[in-house]
């Protein structure tokens, strides 16, 4: 069903997800298109009730769900994949027009979470032995926490939302997520989706604004929260949870560095460090947002990079011929329009792009920039945006003490025709993945998070699974051995 509302069709079709029923509301949450800066879709918002409800019901549920074993929900979670990869071509779609991102990026970002979330459910968490002799035998178990509540971000809301969902469900627990309220679309058709999939209250999904996110981290039947965001608003997460000392998750900002030594080559590497700075427009966490080059290749680099940025081509994300899309949302945009603005009135270099265009649309181009002040808004803060400085250095200590000089510690990496000098100085960067001629590779198998402000604790992998769970020892002593204080 379609709504007409100031001459626009308005999609109005989608629902809330509590206890496995689809609901709607009183209140109305409206998207807005990026790159048209119209309306082009509401869905309800969630009342405070409603969240009650949705918490209610996956508290109902988890008992039957936790006594199922790993290979029974291993089973539901890949039925649910293969029910999203059916309806691909209309998430992606969806996806595009909420998000902005260019309709390939769009369809890799589903592409690789479907198959994240397959791997996840492949992962084994045994039962670890401890102490076995005449008299002991103590196992580490871990079992699932409860209800999850998983808060996600606008910039990749598919593949955030599912990857959660599917390492808390897989653990044992069941989830409430609240997708931006920039973003709500696709993560509520995941929703009705999953309704076809899982028992009812295994999964529940509302919509709604930062006061919702907040009653559901404040929540006293919420164990665990699970947030993917900025570095403010993580910390106001662990606040809200710790009057009730629920295990939080944090994922959060950086400030990428990336740091070219003099042995490589520019031409070689320019696509992929192109790519590694403006995916999804810059709007990645573990983009690269500080370049730091060698004074043997600065030049070439700028150079190479510069024509990069020149030729991409940017606009609507579904025209398949565009590289980049539009910032998210206004308030993201005019933080970047301002840090720009900063940047040239500081006497910055601008190598390519710096235009503003006069056209509808959150737009900005590729911007690289140089001869830039090291105290500079760009470089001390996360621009999550398309401009992205290119700094010069001669003494690899010298670029490594400073691509240290920060609160943040998401990612970072080395760019060298010689892998080992790259993981010798990869191995000095306070970051939680440090890459050695990539950027921004992850995998199920490989846990990922932030160091200093940047995060607590990890996703992916068994070391992120285990964080949807609690560490439980079960010490039995044989009949008749006695009593012993000291195990050794």
């Not at 971000?153 to 808390?168: D, H, M, T, V």
């Amino acid at each position: 069903m379609a709504a007409r509302v100031d001459d626009l069709d308005i999609r109005d079709d989608f629902s809330l997800l509590i206890g496995g029923e689809l609901v709607t509301g009183d209140n109305w949450l409206d998207v807005i298109n990026p790159a048209t800066e119209q309306v082009f879709a509401r869905c309800p918002a969630a009342s405070d009730v409603q969240l009650d409800a949705a918490i209610a019901a996956a508290r109902s549920a988890f008992t039957g769900w936790s006594r199922l074993d790993y290979e029974a929900r291993a089973t539901y979670v890949k039925r649910y994949t293969a029910l999203l990869a059916e309806h691909d071509d209309e998430l992606v779609e969806l996806l595009v027009r909420e998000q902005g991102k260019p309709i390939a990026q769009a369809r890799a970002e589903l592409d690789s979470c479907l198959q994240q979330a397959n791997d996840t459910v492949g992962l084994q968490i045994p039962v670890e032995l401890l102490v076995e002799d005449d008299t002991h035998r103590i196992e580490l178990h871990y079992r699932p926490l409860g209800v999850v509540g998983i808060i996600t971000p606008w910039n990749a809301p598919a593949a955030l939302a599912l990857g959660s969902l599917s390492s808390a469900v897989y653990t044992g627990n069941t989830v409430v997520i609240k997708p931006s309220p920039y973003t709500p679309l696709t993560t509520l058709r995941m929703g009705e989706l999953a309704r076809e999939i899982f028992p009812p209250g295994v999964v529940n999904v509302v919509a709604g604004g930062d006061d919702l996110g907040r009653l559901l981290t404040e929540h006293p039947e919420v164990q665990k929260i699970s947030f993917t965001g900025s570095v403010a608003t993580g910390k106001k997460v662990l606040a809200s949870a710790a009057p009730s000392l629920k295990r939080v998750t944090l994922e959060l900002g950086g400030n990428d560095p990336a740091i070219v030594l003099d042995d490589a080559d520019p031409k070689a590497i320019a696509k992929r460090l192109f790519f590694a700075c403006f995916v999804n427009s810059g709007q990645v966490c573990m983009a690269i947002k500080r370049i730091y080059a060698h004074e043997d290749v600065y030049d070439e680099l700028c150079d190479v990079l510069a024509e990069e940025a020149r030729t991409a081509p940017y606009g609507d994300g579904l025209d398949p011929n565009n590289r980049l899309g539009p910032l998210q949302n206004k308030m993201q945009y005019d933080k970047v329009v301002d840090i720009f603005e900063e940047t040239k009135r500081g006497g910055a270099r601008i190598l390519a792009g710096g235009d503003i265009p006069d056209r509808p649309g959150y737009f900005l181009p590729p911007t690289y920039v140089t001869d830039i002040d090291e105290d500079s808004r760009l470089v001390r803060e996360e621009q999550f945006g398309p401009i992205v400085p290119i700094l010069k250095f001669k003494d690899p200590e010298d670029a490594i003490r400073r691509a240290n000089d920060t609160r943040y510690g998401l990612s970072g990496s080395v760019w060298t025709t010689d892998s080992e000098r790259g993981k010798d100085i990869a191995k000095r960067l306070e970051v939680g993945t440090a890459w050695v001629n990539q950027h921004r590779a992850i995998s199920a198998y490989v846990p990922f998070g932030g160091a200093k402000e940047s995060g607590m604790g990890r996703q992916h992998s068994v070391l992120g699974l285990k964080g949807y769970m609690e560490p439980q020892v079960i010490s039995v002593t044989n009949q008749g051995s006695g009593e012993r204080n000291v195990i050794r």
